[in-house]
């Protein structure tokens, strides 16, 4: 099994709203990683997961808070977004000690 | 710092052309290189790997040669098709160096049957 499974597809939330978004894996690896990507941009790294622990926090808005609950689930918890934040949000995962990151299909958020 | 530059698209190509992309990096140290392959509403895909310099990664009918000595990657494909119409990411990683992806703008390249 090869692949990175986020849900939703699509979230369409209020600026007051809270929401999660949910990652999984089950290749057995031990980094995982959110991004954000803009129309036309490449990803933006926000933040690593190394063995459960966060170990990168890309100067991310405190709105967005990780939780990595076991080695296969990654979460993103959304609070008090701006419209600003609607992008398509990519996780990724990969082995700690290799570089080959496999991404999700990202859940395309919006926030009105 | 690290950075990685992609040739600007949109690439627009007729089906069974040659296609090329540039992709040129800087780095501080030894990269492992990468290209991923975005196709429309949809993740990333890794297309190739290389990791040392005059690897060639190869997948799909795509090729790319870890050039040292020019510092690129330049990604080639002898015979495109309309299915290969998506945007392709050249990126690198240090080695050693919290597995953080740096990544090129991005080429949308467009095939026409």
């Known amino acids: 099994d090869t692949e990175v499974t986020q849900t939703p597809k699509h979230l369409v939330m209020g600026m007051t709203n809270k929401k999660s978004l949910k990652c999984e894996q089950h290749?057995?690896?031990?980094?995982m990683y959110w991004y954000k990507q803009k129309a036309k941009k490449p990803p933006e790294l926000m933040f690593v997961y190394s063995y459960e622990k966060l170990s990168i926090n890309e100067s991310v808005p405190s709105r967005f808070s990780p939780e990595c609950p076991n080695s296969s689930l990654l979460n993103l918890h959304l609070h008090a977004l701006q419209p600003e934040d609607s992008a398509l949000y990519l996780c990724a995962s990969s082995q700690p000690s290799e570089y080959e990151q496999y991404f999700g299909p990202g859940t395309r958020l919006t926030v009105t | 710092g690290n950075s990685v530059t992609q040739m600007e698209g949109p690439v627009t190509l007729s089906e069974e052309a040659f296609l090329t992309i540039n992709c040129t990096y800087t780095?501080?140290?030894?990269?492992?290189l990468f290209w991923y392959v975005q196709y429309p509403g949809e993740g990333l895909q890794l297309l190739l790997k290389a990791t040392k310099a005059d690897d060639k990664g190869s997948n799909k009918g795509f090729e790319a040669t870890y050039r040292k000595e020019t510092t690129s990657f330049h990604l080639e494909k002898g015979s495109v098709q309309v299915s290969d119409s998506a945007v392709y990411f050249c990126a690198l990683i240090l080695n050693n160096a919290g597995n953080m992806l740096t990544f090129g703008g991005g080429t949308r390249l467009m095939v026409k049957p």
């Open positions: 290749m057995g690896h031990r980094a």
């Open positions: 780095a501080t140290g030894y990269p492992s």
